[in-house]
């Protein structure tokens, strides 16, 4: 299985401060149809998951656009450009490009 | 706006089987993969499983030997079922959509569905 690593596990930011998360592959996330095939979760407490980001960096329908996300191969960003009190909650980096899906062990976001 | 909601008991005494129900509303089958996953109290995300509208199906191979997923079409629900649970298989549920068109993209998701094993 691809083991996915997040760093950090916690992020304590202030609001209006940008936030930025790591995910690291255990292998190369790049499909044999091209495609790298990594998405970023975030879970509000309370709630079930909601897709933010796909493919690396495509800010799925109704996502603010303060959030992004980058990368390549095995290395992966998510970066927040301006906290707000809304985005509290875990974040997760999640890889499609093999089976068994993987998930990295989330990383907490709170407010200073 | 297609909505998700999941249904299945909740408490469950180790060795018996684990069922859950995702019921789609407002959309169709054609065109998605329909995925599960659980999380343990405190722990991480653990994909399941998926299958398709043909019936296709892809398991965790850490489940595999225990699971299965099936899917009605006509009354647009996809299901899971779970044998001989233990302890270890208390979770909250989910079921969750994903797009043929771009793999990982996971929405809409469930509500969740906590199921505890307990003796």
């Known amino acids: 299985d691809i083991v996915m690593t997040q760093t950090p596990l916690s992020s304590p930011v202030t609001l209006g401060q940008p936030a930025s998360i790591s995910c690291r592959s255990s292998q190369s996330l790049v499909h044999s149809d091209g495609n790298t095939y990594l998405s970023w979760l975030q879970q509000r407490p309370g709630q079930p998951p909601r897709l933010l980001i796909y493919k690396i960096s495509n800010r799925f329908s109704g996502v603010p656009d303060r959030f992004s996300g980058s990368g390549a191969g095995t290395d992966f960003t998510l970066k927040i450009s301006r906290v707000e009190a809304e985005d509290v909650g875990v974040y997760y980096c999640v890889q499609a490009t093999q089976f068994p899906r993987t998930f990295g062990q989330g990383t907490k976001l709170e407010i200073k | 706006q297609v909505q998700l909601q999941q249904w299945g008991a909740g408490l469950l005494k180790p060795s018996e089987t684990l069922s859950l129900t995702c019921a789609v509303y407002g959309g169709s089958f054609s065109g998605y993969y329909w995925s599960w996953f659980r999380q343990p109290p405190g722990k991480n995300l653990e994909w399941i499983g998926e299958?398709?509208?043909?019936?296709?199906?892809n398991y965790n191979p850490s489940l595999k030997s225990r699971v299965t997923i099936s899917i009605d079409t006509s009354k647009n629900q996809f299901f899971l079922k779970l044998r001989s649970v233990t302890a270890a298989d208390t979770a909250v549920y989910h079921c969750?959509?994903?797009?043929?068109?771009?793999?990982?993209?996971?929405?809409?998701w469930g509500q969740g569905t906590l199921v505890t094993v307990s003796s």
């Open positions: 969750a959509r994903e797009a043929m068109g771009f793999r990982g993209g996971f929405d809409p």
């Open positions: 299958i398709s509208q043909r019936g296709s199906t």
